[in-house]
């Protein structure tokens, strides 16, 4: 039940960050922080081999929250000040994240004759195994994502649709630039345990892919991007419980692309009509 309540809460906090992500065009910001965390744990299975004692499963997740952080605010500061484009830099972060983190694991399997803890897991997510305090914080973070959206909708909106525009109108674009990227990363740090790197970052594109089609409003699309993330965990849940050996993460995420296939043959019907 934990497993489904972190499922639940993390999805659709990303659904409440999909709309303004897919606006945006920020699908590959979502990848470049998610992947970043492969540089975290990289650097804690490098420090292991010098100290036993941070040998510990747990030890490398607390890595990758930092650099997901990291990488997060790098992103942003260059995205932000144009000192880059913003593919550039999501790139750069990731490669280098990705490079490092390859770099630890090797190094870990070197000295030890054996993978490092956790790295599987950092991939795939370990729906299984989540905590009671772990699904807490999952319930907690999706809270103060919602919030965070009821409370700066309209800026939000106005920044993603024209920045510049926002900002000659009056929004504080800067701040809601740093915002949208934080809460991202917010989800994507509690996202990576539950599904893992490879596929956080659908959970916040397929929402608002799915309801970009069929959406003829902000609330209908709203809406919808809760269905799919609701849906997705639901289906993905029941898949997992009736064959355990189909991964939970996995499901959810072919569920909620199952749903976007569907949403794009019901807008070409609609737009057909």
Not at 9 to 27: D, P, Q, Y
Not at 33 to 49: D, E, V
Not at 149 to 162: G, H, P, Q, S
Not at 258 to 273: E, P, Q, Y
Request: with cysteine; glycine share 10%.
């Amino acid at each position: 039940m934990t497993s489904l309540v972190a499922i639940l809460a993390i999805t659709i906090a990303c659904a409440a960050l999909s709309g303004f992500v897919m606006a945006r065009r920020w699908a590959f910001v979502g990848e470049g922080i998610g992947h970043s965390g492969f540089g975290g744990a990289g650097t804690a299975w490098m420090l292991a081999c010098l100290f036993p004692a941070l040998d510990d499963p747990k030890i490398p997740y607390l890595f990758v929250l930092g650099f997901l952080f990291v990488a997060a605010a790098g992103i942003a500061y260059l995205s932000r000040r144009e000192k880059l484009t913003g593919d550039a830099a999501v790139g750069i972060f990731l490669v280098a994240s990705v490079a490092w983190g390859f770099l630890g694991q090797s190094v870990y399997f070197y000295a030890k004759q054996a993978q490092p803890a956790g790295f599987t897991t950092l991939f795939f997510g370990q729906p299984s195994g989540i905590s009671t305090p772990f699904a807490v914080c999952a319930v907690m973070v999706a809270v103060a994502v919602i919030l965070a959206v009821i409370t700066m909708r309209k800026e939000m909106l106005a920044y993603c649709i024209d920045p510049l525009l926002a900002h000659t109108s009056g929004v504080r674009a800067g701040f809601i630039h740093y915002l949208l990227i934080g809460l991202i990363a917010l989800v994507i740090a509690v996202g990576v345990n539950v599904v893992g790197t490879l596929l956080v970052t659908a959970l916040l594109i397929l929402p608002g892919a799915s309801a970009g089609k069929i959406a003829n409003s902000m609330r209908a699309h709203t809406m919808i991007c809760l269905v799919v993330a609701v849906t997705g965990s639901l289906g993905g849940f029941l898949l997992n419980l009736a064959y355990p050996f189909l991964p939970l993460g996995a499901m959810v995420v072919l569920t909620m692309c199952v749903m976007f296939v569907l949403s794009m043959i019901a807008g070409s019907r609609t737009k057909g009509a």
